[in-house]
Every structure is written in C-alpha cells, then in structure tokens.
C-alpha cells in the first residue's frame, strides 16, 4: 500500500530562523500540500547550551506569517505528541540500548582528557583529521576494549559514559538523494559519532532518526548541511532495521550571498542591506551581552505572499516563463525533480521587485488602508477613504512598499517647499509663466475637474497663445508639485482640485518672479 506523504520541519531553537530555514519549511509544505499528504514542525532541542529562549516563537510567528500551516506541531499538537524532544527525552535510551544489544553501538568511559590525548597523539603522528572511529577506538576505554566485567562495573558504579556508534571500518554507504542521485560516502570517513551523551541527552543523530521513524517520515527535505550526515542517519536506519521504511532523502542547494562569495549566513544580518530573517529579530551581542535587533522582512515592508514567491524561486524554477504564483499555484507547480542541485544566490533587486509586483496588484481600496494607515500615523487625519483610493491608485506605481505610498503621497497633502533647480532654469520664461497664468486663472471656474478635461483646457489655453503643450507640462508640473518627475500631472491636478491647483501655480509665478524678469 502506498504511504501517506508526511514530511517534517524540524528546527532546533538555537536563535531566529534564517531565510535559508523558511525556504526548507516552504518546500516541505508545498511537497506536503501537492502530495495530499502531512507537514509537521518538530523542535529539536537536545543541545541545551544552546537553547534561545524566544526562538521557538519566533518560529513559529515566522511560518505563521508566511502562511505555512502545519498539520502537527508542538502548538496543536496530533497523533505523535509531543513534538519537542525535550519533552522525548525518556523514549531514546531504549533505542540506543538497542543498538549496544544488537552489536552496533557500544559504550565509551573516555574522559575529556583522555579525548584530547588521543587527539593530541594522533595530531603529532600527522593524522590528517583525528577521529573516535574504527581504528582509534581500540586504543580508548570503551565496551570493546575493556573486559566484560570491567564494563559493568563502571555502569553500576555510575561512571559518566556515552554511547557512540560502532560505524563499519570498510563499507559503502549509498543512497538515492531525489536533488542529487546516488550519493556513495566510504565508512572510513565517518567516526563514531555519539548517540547518547553522557548527560542522557540523545544527540542530534539519534533523536532525529528515531523521532523521523517514531513519527513515519517518508521524506526528508532538508538543506544541504546536512548531506554529510545522511550516510550515518542511513547506517542508523540499517542497524535499527528501518531500512524498508526509510524516508526518501533530497538536499536542498545552497543560499548564497548576492555576490556568490559564499553561503548567507545568520550573522549577515543586516550588513549586505537586507534582512536574512523574516520578521525582526532582538537578540543579544554573542560577545558584549547588548541588546541587538536584526531586521525583518515584515517590518520592512515585504507583503508575505511575496516573500514567499521569491523563496520559492531560490533553487526551484516551473520551467516556463511564469513568475508569479500564488501559494496555491505553487503547490500545483511544485515539483521536488524541478529542485536544482546548484547554489541558488541571493537577489536583493529580485524581492523588491516580487513586493512592487504584489503591492500594485492589490486591490486600491486595500492600498488606501496602508496609505490612511500612515497617514494618521503622520497625524494627518482629515483625507477621505474616496481621496485615499484615488491617491493610492495613482501613486503605487512608484511605491515598492506599502511606506512609500504615504511618501509618494506627500505632493497632495504640502505645497511645494522648494522647486526643482534645473527644470526651472531651463524650462521657465516670461512666455511660460504668462501661459500658466491663463491656466490658472481659467482653471477654477472649470465644471469637469476629470484629468482628460483639465488637459483639455490647458491645451485649449497653450494652444491659443500660439504655443505647444510640451514647453509647458515641465514648468506646469514643478509649480504644482515641486519637483521634476512624479505620476500623471493631469491626475494630480484632478485629485488635488481645481481651486487648490491654481494657487500653487499663482504662488509659483511670484516666487519664480525673478526668472520671468529678462
Ligand atoms: N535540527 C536540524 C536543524 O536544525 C534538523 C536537520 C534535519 O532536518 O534533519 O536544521
């Protein structure tokens, strides 16, 4: 019978989650989801030295914004609760046990020095990369080095032990990676990694097989990091006897830095001039114990849907011309074999240019809420819903995120502070000004007040002083807003009014009075 697809996230609360981590949670919910099959987060917290406090939250407000949504978690729980390991602990020694039973593990009464020496040993006799593994372990104190009864009489003097993997001296691992193919790795690279630590904590490796069979994983959708541990978590599946169940494995590509220097990481936080986490993040200086506060994408303004769309292209393409998706189409669209195995780099212009695409396709009347929001956070209180819209409709082709609108609206709300140097030195004289007078003057008794009317009147007026609409529109829009460039004059004008229109153009002719003089 074919399995049900139940893929996890499993994060370890160690600080806020980067964007790399958001990227594995949204291809294992997509898989999930295009699948018809389960997603579930699972903490993992058996390294508590460094446990965050606040990280677990963190998490779980980050997929909750992304719109990630979880079938089972630690939050609503389900058929395999608990989801922390923490709250696990108890269930693993039986599986560790099992291992020393069947032969595959064995105990180890090395002390910290004692580790050192060895290391210190094999350091001076120019051994490349000293290891606990099968051929070192025959000189440490362990379960088999030391005669039986030794053995048990230091467990039941409660001698501080771990129990490590006994890991197979010349022997192929391989395995199918659904990015990658076959991944073959030679046992003689990997050591004898701890399983439980002498705390009766179980490492990374144990828990995390035990929990991903306990909780009938069937892939497992992880970044590349971890690669090099997927032979040993393959050895662990053998010697449980797992093997048939075992998940299927794909590693996702890297994330590189924009300029392809090298992996982005945490600590990048804001230096490259954009934030690696999706919502801010205060935390605390590693070295002088401050208060830091790393940006987000919410907070700066990033429309989740499309942080989400850029996420979702970093390593993985349809193969058509198609950029934009909703979350909805991508999990029609998504596909692991479409997954690449090459590092995928950052791009700063690219995010930007998802949020402009998904800001200006809101509909105007959610756009007038951002921009009314800001607005009254400005103190400005007294612009209409109507006015808002109209505003917002024509301005958020300027705008990248839902601030800018307020500050591309600002031309409506103050009359011109200063005007643009150069338009007025070039494109202001005694027969423009005289032309912007008739405008303005005619302007307020006009009953259309639409943009296509007052562009009709201004042509009418520039056309009957033998003049052509293009000598004026420049100097026209710099008395109006001040500036050289900006959206649709006539649109201005109509939303600004007819009245108010004209008495920017009349203060402009008297403050531009000296440039009419010759
Ligand atoms: N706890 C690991 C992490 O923090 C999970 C790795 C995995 O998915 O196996 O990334």
Known sequence: ME?????RFAPSPTGPLHIGGVRTALYNYLFARKMGGKMLLRIEDTDQNRFVPGAEDYIRQSLEWCGIVLDESPWNEGPHAPYRQSE???????????????????YAFDTPEELDAMRARLTAAKVPNPQYNAITRAQMRNSLTLPEDEVKQLLDAGTAYVIRLKVPRKEEVRFNDMIRGWVVVHSSSIDDKVLMKSDGMPTYHLANI???HLMEITHVIRGEEWLPSAPLHVLLYRYFGWESTMPQFAHLPLLLKPDGTGKLSKRDGDRLGFPVFPLEWHGTDAETGEPTVSSGYRES????????????????NPGSQQELFSMDELIQEF?????????????????RWYNEQ?????????????????LQAQGQTDVSTEKAEQIAALVKERATFPADLAREAQLFFQRPGSYDEQVVSKKWNAQVAGALAAFAQQLPAATDTSPDAIKALLTQVVEGL????????????????GAAAGPDLMAIM???????TAERINVALEQLNSYTAA
């Open 3 to 7: 399995r049900e697809v139940r893929v």
């Open 88 to 106: 696990r602990k108890p269930m693993y020694m039986q599986y560790a046990l099992q291992l020393v039973e069947s032969g595959h593990a064995y």
């Open 210 to 212: 035990v929990d991903d």
């Open 301 to 316: 303004g990033y429309l989740p849907d499309a942080f989400i769309n850029f996420l979702a292209f970093l390593g993985w």
């Open 335 to 351: 596909s692991i074999e479409r997954v690449s195995k090459s590092p995928a780099r950052f791009d700063q212009n690219k995010v």
């Open 358 to 374: 998904y800001l200006r396709a809101k509909p105007d009347g959610e756009l007038a809420g951002y921009l009314l929001e800001s």
């Open 466 to 481: 033998g003049m052509k609409l293009g000598q004026v529109l420049q100097a026209l829009r710099v008395a109006v807003t």
């Open 494 to 500: 109509s939303i600004l009014g007819v009245q108010e």
